[in-house]
Each structure stands twice: as structure tokens, then as C-alpha cells.
């Protein structure tokens, strides 16, 4: 059951380098290889060194390169014949993950800034300023996708508080103007009344006067 489980290895492709070697990391691990792959071991430079060596470092180096060629078979078996030229004539499992990282890792580099750049052409005008600063700040190809749409969804945010506080600006704004109005409108209409009530005691004056100049002429 445990040999059939190894040879359950991801297979790699053009385009998904990144999750393939996340499984592939995991699948190494599970098998005691990946600390192999990710750190390599030291061959000795000859046979007569190695036949130097004490007992525990000859046992050590022959657990290490066991590893090493299971990590490296593993390796071998989720590639294609395209990719497996590219790593047919490597020493060791670690040399091997280093050539497809550097391989893969610009393509899924790539790949990853067109998806970005897409993204960036497809916001509307508001966005304009703030894709600007992003494009003459930072290097998308060293930006993440998910540092990018941070940086967006901060920007929609901020251009909501202000239109929020541009809102209460305005509705501030317009309750003064109403104030001001009735305030205006009130003082008018006292002014009127303070302006009727003078011109009627007046001409109450005026009439009364008229009266008794009247009722001198009839007597």
C-alpha cells in the first residue's frame, strides 16, 4: 500500500507550477525527503575520503543519498519528456528542484503580472490615481496578488469615507441654509409686522383726530 501511495506524484505542467510543487513539498515530506531536497548533503571528494570516514558519518552518508534518490525519483516521476531533459543529467534531488524552480517560477512570474496588469486596465476612472502610484511604486513582478487587492479594496474604502464625509458636508450645508433662511424669512416677517403695527397706530391717530375735527363742524 505504501509504494502504491508514492507513485501517487503530481504531475507538472506549463502552468501550474506553483501548486505542483506546494504537493510536491508535502509528498517529500510524508516520504522524510523534502530537508534532502530543500538542503542538500555533502559527497565526499573521493573514494579515499569516504573510505575515511568514521562508521556513523558512512551510515549518514548512505541514509543520505537513499533519500536523495527517493526525493529524486519522485521528482522524476511528475515530469513530462520535455521537462525531464531539463533535469535528466542532474546529481542530486536538490540540484534537480532548483533548475525547475528557476524554470517554472519566471513563467508562473509571468503569468501572474499579465493577470495583474489585466486587472489594473479594467477599473473605472476613480481608480485612476491610486493605479498610477501603483505602477511608479512598486514592482508588480515583486507584488503579490493578494498585496494588490489590498491595496485596492484600502483605496475603496478611503474613497468611501470620503464620500461619506462629503455627504455630511453637504447635508450640513444645505440644514445652515434652511437655518439661514428661516431665520432670515422670521426676521422679515417681524420687521413687517413691527412696520404694520406702527403704520396702523398711525393712522389711528390720523382717524381720530379727523373724528373730533367733525363733530366740531356739526355742533
Not at 65 to 70: E, G, I, L, T
Not at 124 to 138: D, L, N
Request: aromatic share 6%; net charge positive.
Amino acid at each position: 500500500m505504501g509504494d502504491v501511495i508514492q507513485l501517487q506524484v503530481p504531475q507538472l505542467t506549463k502552468t501550474n507550477y506553483g501548486n505542483w510543487s506546494i504537493r510536491m513539498k508535502a509528498l517529500l515530506g510524508s516520504q522524510d525527503c523534502w530537508e534532502i531536497v530543500e538542503k542538500g548533503y555533502i559527497e565526499p571528494g573521493d573514494a579515499a575520503t569516504e573510505a575515511a570516514l568514521s562508521n556513523d558519518a558512512k551510515k549518514a552518508l548512505r541514509e543520505a543519498r537513499k533519500k536523495d534518490q527517493k526525493a529524486l525519483n519522485s521528482i522524476f516521476q511528475g515530469m513530462d519528456e520535455s521537462t525531464f531533459e531539463k533535469i535528466s543529467d542532474v546529481k542530486n534531488a536538490k540540484n534537480a528542484w532548483e533548475i525547475l524552480q528557476k524554470s517554472f517560477q519566471g513563467v508562473e512570474k509571468a503569468k501572474k503580472v499579465r493577470v495583474m496588469e489585466k486587472i489594473l486596465r479594467s477599473l473605472t476612472r476613480k481608480f485612476e490615481y491610486v493605479v498610477v502610484a501603483i505602477e511608479e511604486s512598486k514592482d508588480l513582478s515583486k507584488m503579490s496578488l493578494e498585496e494588490l487587492v489590498g491595496s485596492l479594496q484600502a483605496h475603496e474604502q478611503k474613497m468611501k469615507l470620503n464620500e461619506d464625509s462629503e455627504n455630511l458636508d453637504q447635508a450640513l450645508h444645505s440644514k445652515l441654509s434652511v437655518d439661514d433662511g428661516e431665520t432670515s424669512n422670521n426676521f422679515s416677517q417681524g420687521r413687517g409686522n413691527r412696520r404694520g403695527y406702527r403704520g396702523g397706530y398711525r393712522g389711528g391717530n390720523r382717524g381720530g383726530r379727523g373724528s373730533r375735527g367733525r363733530t366740531k363742524v356739526e355742533n
